[in-house]
């Protein structure tokens, strides 16, 4: 059964400040969906990440993965208020369509001035 | 292009009373998901429908079923309601490609 881990859960910065939120998962993927959720709202989809060694970045967020350590990484940089929210890392089985996915229990953030 | 879209928005129902919430999914998009996210928690998947038929399940009860019309369009059905249903109800379409595409969702509370 695939498992996802997400840590922390909740993290708050301050504004301006570095950090990263890890996803582990248990079993073999060849894909790893990175989701913001604000408050009240559905899923936003961040970053799809299909391949060892994968880095893809928008704005102040980079995301990559390593399938070998069943690993994947969500750094921020130089935090502002606007990203406070509900990050999602999200696992599909190996080899399967998309849209089974294995989400974590999310990490909650809030960027303080 | 709508996306995804899902009806109701909302829904307040009884314990034991059934339920049917529906979705559309993206242009071009032949296979729907549904996920089941209660409050605090990441979404579970439930299944997922595919040329009309049920392609996968999560572990859900057979309480939980659904239907993929024609047209791609797709309903997940609840009966006898348990308080344990409330939560957020999200409908996700994707194709033959890797990405999924979420709807606003339906948040169900069972009373």
């Known amino acids: 059964e695939l498992k996802v881990e997400q840590n922390p859960l909740f993290l708050s910065m301050q504004e301006g400040k570095n950090y990263t939120i890890y996803c582990n998962y248990s079993?073999?993927?060849?894909?790893l969906y990175w989701y913001r959720q604000d408050p009240g709202k559905s899923l936003e989809s961040l970053f799809v990440?299909?391949?060892?060694?994968a880095v893809k970045q928008e704005g102040r967020l980079m995301a990559s993965l390593d399938t070998k350590a069943r690993l994947s990484t969500l750094h921020i940089t130089a935090a502002v208020h606007d990203l406070s929210a509900t990050y999602f890392c999200a696992v599909d089985p190996y080899n399967t369509n998309a849209g089974k996915s294995t989400f974590g229990d999310g990490t909650t953030l809030t960027v303080k001035p | 292009d709508a996306g995804v879209t899902q009806s109701p928005t909302h829904l307040i129902k009884t314990r034991g009373q059934q339920v049917t919430l529906r979705c559309s999914p993206k242009?071009?998009?032949?296979?729907v998901s549904w996920y089941q996210q209660a409050l605090g928690q990441g979404p579970q998947f439930i299944f997922q429908y595919y040329e009309e038929e049920e392609r996968q399940r999560g572990n859900f009860p057979d309480r939980f079923s659904g239907h993929q019309f024609p047209n791609y369009s797709s309903e997940l059905n609840v009966n006898a309601l348990l308080l344990g249903d409330s939560a957020l109800y999200l409908c996700a379409s994707s194709s033959e490609s890797y990405e999924q595409y979420f709807g606003p969702g339906t948040r169900l509370t069972v009373t």
């Open positions: 990440l299909l391949s060892n060694g």
């Open positions: 079993t073999t993927s060849d894909r």
């Open positions: 242009s071009g998009h032949d296979t």
